[in-house]
């Protein structure tokens, strides 16, 4: 994982840092606003707590859900180019043509071949992505908070907080990381002028192809590094 890393941040720094610096944080601004808004007010507003001010474990998991697919969503534009920038080192190793110049070229350019439904291309494994790994990580989230804080000596503070996260990240790559997977590839395939995938016909069919071709643990490439970000 870390050699692959260098290995492209050697030859491409310059393009990494304008990933980091510009195309990321706009992804998560859309992504992470969306879902924690939606996920706040269905907690606090629609769903509500119980008189003991517990978040029942059923309406985290909807609340998760539904917080994931909206924020995902309304997100979907700018994580298609974040990913499609992304496998421009891949192209750039193998020899093959760079296809954009820059972040305003990605979307000019997706606009141009696929209109505005180029720009939700692969949008269904994304929000099916979002829901199992909100899912994962809202609701284990709360869950184990709301656990340690009753039943062990720790307190609602950093260290609580922290353990908390570890264990929903976790939650959430297990759940999540195939989704991602698959997800990647549907937005990378090749597609016609209609903005129709010409490698996969669906979200299942890309499944299916992944493990007949590569074996069900293909599903998990990336499992270490998506753990450690979440």
């Given amino acids: 994982m870390f050699d692959t890393w260098l290995k492209n941040y050697n030859k491409f720094s310059n393009e990494i840092m304008y990933l980091y610096v510009m195309k990321i944080p706009a992804v998560h601004q859309v992504y992470s606003g969306g879902r924690m808004v939606t996920y706040e007010h269905l907690r606090e507003v629609v769903f509500g707590k119980s008189e003991d001010e517990h978040y029942p474990l059923w309406k985290s998991v909807i609340?998760?859900?539904?917080?994931?697919?909206?924020?995902?969503?309304?997100?979907?534009?700018?994580?298609?180019?974040?990913?499609?920038?992304?496998?421009?080192?891949?192209?750039?190793?193998?020899?093959?043509?760079?296809?954009?110049?820059?972040?305003?070229h990605a979307f000019a350019k997706i606009l141009a071949e696929g209109g505005i439904r180029g720009l939700w291309a692969g949008w269904v494994p994304n929000i099916q992505r979002a829901a199992l790994v909100n899912m994962g990580d809202l609701t284990t989230y709360?869950?184990?908070?709301?656990?340690l804080v009753l039943n062990t000596p720790l307190e609602d503070n950093i260290?609580?907080?922290?353990?908390?996260?570890?264990?929903?990240?976790?939650?959430?790559?297990?759940?999540?990381?195939?989704?991602?997977?698959?997800?990647?590839?549907?937005?990378?395939?090749?597609?016609?002028?209609?903005?129709?995938?010409l490698l996969y016909k669906s979200s299942t069919d890309c499944l299916i192809q992944?493990?007949?071709?590569?074996?069900?643990?293909?599903?998990?490439?990336?499992?270490?590094?998506?753990?450690?970000?979440?």
């Fill in 142 to 147: 709360d869950t184990v908070k709301h656990y």
């Fill in 210 to 230: 992944a493990v007949q071709g590569e074996g069900f643990m293909s599903l998990y490439k990336g499992f270490l590094p998506s753990w450690l970000r979440m």
């Fill in 63 to 104: 609340g998760g859900m539904m917080a994931g697919v909206i924020g995902q969503f309304l997100a979907n534009p700018t994580d298609l180019v974040k990913v499609q920038m992304q496998m421009e080192g891949k192209r750039k190793l193998e020899g093959k043509p760079l296809r954009f110049r820059g972040v305003h």
């Fill in 159 to 197: 260290m609580t907080h922290g353990l908390s996260s570890l264990c929903s990240g976790l939650v959430a790559s297990i759940l999540g990381t195939p989704a991602d997977v698959i997800k990647s590839r549907i937005m990378n395939q090749p597609r016609d002028k209609q903005g129709r995938g």
